[in-house]
């Protein structure tokens, strides 16, 4: 039976996951727009039982790390690359695995030196640009006790482990709002009522998070952080037999500022324990200047598909600039996907189609036809409901004031490359 008559048998709404939540080792931290993980799983197991010579896996935009994880989970060596080293920072934890016994032993150290710390006074209380817009004295002290107990642990892989605990505690503790991913202060009100239990809730956060994460690790795994366009350039050509992602779905300044997201958490873990460049967080909006479509002529696109032109005719002039940049950007990324995939290989998109000016941005159908020009056959389209994606139900504003309504639709597709291997 084809791959395609055995996606026929599904029903549609099967793949809205309607009960699924956000589960297990998924649940460890928070990022925008994570995908469905039991999704993912199925869609890439059905690729692995159709050709069992499938081994390794690419995600240019790994986010979370949901499809690498669950890649890894069902024997695929898995390659993933994020420009936000928040999304890095949460991917490693996910897949480097943790060995429970040495987390309980460790998070015992680790809690001592904070009791010493509190009582001695002897840390250094951390400071960046507007620190005190975003955090409270008290919340600033506390959180600088925890971070120089962290730095004061031996072990490196342990220290990215409180990383990890540490960033979801810091956007907990942090004065911008939960309502949207931009940067927004609260009402200085809530802002002073605010419970500070940062010690206990930290504590709570490194006993229980490890044991979502599973041990042993399952298998080889490589994760960069930096610009996938860049990074893919890099990658001799035909190494991946599935490129399964999630792409941007326009520039993340009016879609989902996925850096702005970040920048607290990061703000406040060392970078000395990772491999990403600093220079990426000099300022508040840099990581998303930095992702695809967020600076104004990087690029111009090879293949320019007729359906961005008629769309581009649609929409105000002073925003048509910014779509084209996007696409330039993505364009040069899909090009650089189907030169990473093997013959006979799969690429499988996650897309949604965002709005400007109230006219829908045809991503889906730009990405069929980069596949056509670009030697892929469209094997498969999944259409679904999001029912529980973690967004606001307006996701930005653009510069007009407009709000960008989030998407309630996705689709997926499922391409094919070139001749059979
Ligand atoms: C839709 S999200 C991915 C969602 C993800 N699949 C998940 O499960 O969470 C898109 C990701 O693309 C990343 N991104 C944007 N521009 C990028 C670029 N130029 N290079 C690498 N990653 C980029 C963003 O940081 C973001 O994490």
């Known amino acids: 039976m084809s791959l395609a008559e055995k996606l026929d048998r599904y029903n549609m709404e099967y793949w809205d996951f309607k009960n699924s939540k956000i589960d297990g080792i998924h649940k460890i931290a928070s990022y ?4 469905v993980a039991p999704m993912q799983h199925e869609l890439l ?6 050709n069992p010579a499938y081994h390794k896996m690419l995600d240019p935009f790994h986010g979370t790390g949901v499809t690498l994880v669950e890649g890894q989970q069902i024997g695929l060596e898995v390659f993933g690359i994020d420009i936000n080293p928040y999304a890095h920072i949460i991917a490693l934890a ?6 429970p016994n040495e987390i309980q032993m460790s998070n015992e150290i680790l809690l001592q030196h904070i009791e010493v710390l509190k009582k001695s006074g002897d840390y250094t209380i951390h400071c960046f640009d507007n620190i005190n ?5 008290d919340v600033i002290n506390d959180l600088s006790v925890i971070r120089t107990a962290i730095m004061l642990q031996n072990n490196c892989k342990n220290r990215r482990y409180y990383w990890l605990c540490f960033g979801e505690i810091v956007k907990k503790y942090s004065n911008t709002r939960t309502s949207t991913f931009k940067l927004h202060a609260k009402d200085e009100e809530k802002i002073k009522n605010m419970e500070n239990n940062i010690y206990e809730d930290f504590k709570n956060k490194i006993e229980e998070t490890y044991k979502l994460i599973g041990y042993p690790p399952l298998g080889k795994y490589r994760l960069e952080c930096g610009d996938s366009n860049s990074i893919m350039q890099k990658i001799p050509k035909e190494t991946f037999d599935i490129i399964c992602t999630s792409p941007p779905y326009g520039d993340n300044g009016t879609t989902v500022t ?3 997201f970040s920048m607290l958490q990061l ?3 060392d970078s000395n324990d990772f491999q990403y460049d600093i220079s990426s967080i000099d300022n508040f909006s840099k990581l998303d200047s930095l992702s695809l479509g967020g600076t104004l002529s990087r690029k111009n696109a ?3 598909s007729q359906l961005v032109n008629e769309y581009i005719e649609k929409i105000s002039p002073h925003k048509r ?3 084209m940049q996007f696409y330039a950007d993505y364009e040069n990324s899909f090009r650089a996907m189907t030169r990473l995939l093997k013959k006979g290989g799969r690429m499988v998109l996650t897309l949604g189609n965002r709005k400007v000016d109230g006219i829908e941005f045809p991503f889906t159908e730009i990405n069929v036809d980069l596949a056509k020009h670009y030697n892929l056959s469209v094997e498969y389209v999944i259409t679904r409901n999001i029912l529980n994606k973690r967004m606001p139900r307006k996701v930005s504003r653009l510069s007009d004031g407009q709000s960008v309504s989030s998407m309630s639709k996705e689709t997926t597709l499922l391409l094919k490359k070139g001749c059979e291997r």
């Open 94 to 99: 996910k897949l480097e695995k943790y060995d």
């Open 258 to 260: 996925y850096g702005q």
């Open 321 to 323: 600039k910014k779509i």
């Open 133 to 137: 817009k975003w955090f409270r004295n």
């Open 302 to 304: 090879f293949y320019c």
């Open 267 to 269: 703000l406040w873990i």
């Open 45 to 50: 197991q059905l690729l692995v039982d159709e």
């Open 32 to 35: 925008p727009a994570p995908m």
